[in-house]
């Protein structure tokens, strides 16, 4: 057979198969609290994105649903998205629920579980969380206090350690004996509060026995860590409705690695990024969490390195690179880098 032929057939199998093992977790926080409009998302864009989703036939599934579709190695169908909502608050309840419901669309909520046993105003009660769970919503550990899992100034790290594994076990405690033993074990599923880490965490996080949940941009594939799950952040912060199309539809873009790994940014600031590449892609275009483009260098066909003439900005920021792929979608890939000062 000709070489040329048999080229195009591997490129084509390789683009299949990115194609047929991508999925999106979108993640939202509150619901027409307009007071807060980095966490907030408006009712009629809340809408339009159910309504998106239904009318385009999307798979809206569970999160451990797609989960363990990546840990068995099957093929997730073509337009997969899980629905994560984190915090608890109470338009969950009030305002997202009777519109989900509507839908019968299953979505997933990550509890804070000091904020619901103290009672406060704004989170959802015990008795709210036990009728959503009526009603096949499934639940994930996103700590007892919500403090950063990133280690504070003077912590030893055996009282951080210490810290974290009381903050994770603690909170599915009070899951189980509020919400039943059966919640949240297949997979167990960590949200990470304000989606920060360092390695030692996702370490920490996968020897208890957890997947975990970031809230770096990004699709998920059949290659993603299992400890680093990407979402893509829904608010009144999103330009428009067709922003939420395109990141919808967004593909993971293939790279064989990207370094460094720990995102707490030691010394250098701005970082430098190297992402080598599973295949050579053109018109990649890397961007500053604020849209600002950032320059970068080829270092061989598949290989690139990143790095923004800024710094990073205290307390996190990130790099994003994409690149056209079929059909008018794209490839993307998020890097998140911390400020701990």
């Not at 400890?227 to 790279?255: C, G, H, T």
Request: proline content about 6%; hydrophobic content about 35%; some cysteine.
């Amino acid at each position: 057979m000709n070489p040329k032929i048999i080229l195009y057939l591997l490129i084509l199998f390789i683009t299949s198969s990115i194609y047929a093992q991508s999925a999106v977790v979108l993640m939202y926080h509150r619901f027409g609290e307009d007071r807060y409009p980095s966490t907030n998302i408006g009712m009629e864009q809340f809408k339009f994105q159910l309504d998106y989703l239904e009318k385009n036939s999307y798979n809206v599934w569970h999160l451990s649903k797609i989960v363990r579709y990546i840990q068995d190695k099957k093929t997730l169908p073509p337009k997969t998205v899980a629905l994560t909502i984190d915090d608890a608050y109470l338009s969950v309840f009030t305002k997202a629920y009777p519109l989900l419901k509507s839908k019968n669309f299953p979505f997933t909520v990550m509890v804070n579980t000091d904020q619901v046993d103290k009672n406060f105003s704004s989170y959802m009660s015990w008795n709210q969380l036990r009728k959503l769970k009526q009603n096949g919503v499934e639940f994930a550990n996103h700590s007892c206090s919500h403090d950063s899992f990133i280690p504070i100034k003077n912590e030893t790290k055996k009282d951080w350690k210490k810290r974290i594994t009381n903050e994770i076990q603690k909170a599915q405690r009070r899951i189980n004996k509020e919400l039943g033993y059966d919640v949240n074990t297949n997979p167990k599923l960590l949200s990470y509060p304000y989606g920060e880490y360092n390695l030692e965490t996702a370490k920490l996080a996968k020897k208890l026995g957890y997947v975990s949940i970031t809230q770096t941009s990004g699709p998920i594939s059949i290659d993603s860590d299992l400890n680093l799950i990407n979402r893509f952040p829904m608010s009144e912060q999103l330009p428009n409705n067709d922003s939420f199309i395109v990141k919808l539809n967004s593909l993971a873009l293939p790279i064989e690695s990207a370094t460094p790994q720990e995102p707490i940014l030691q010394e250098k600031n701005p970082p430098i990024l190297r992402i080598k590449l599973k295949q050579p892609l053109k018109n990649i275009a890397c961007y500053l969490s604020n849209g600002d483009k950032i320059d970068f260098k080829y270092i061989s066909e598949t290989e690139l390195e990143v790095q923004s003439n800024n710094p990073i900005k205290s307390p996190r920021g990130k790099y994003t690179c994409t690149a056209p792929a079929k059909d008018g979608r794209w490839y993307w890939y998020s890097h998140l880098w911390i400020v701990n000062d």
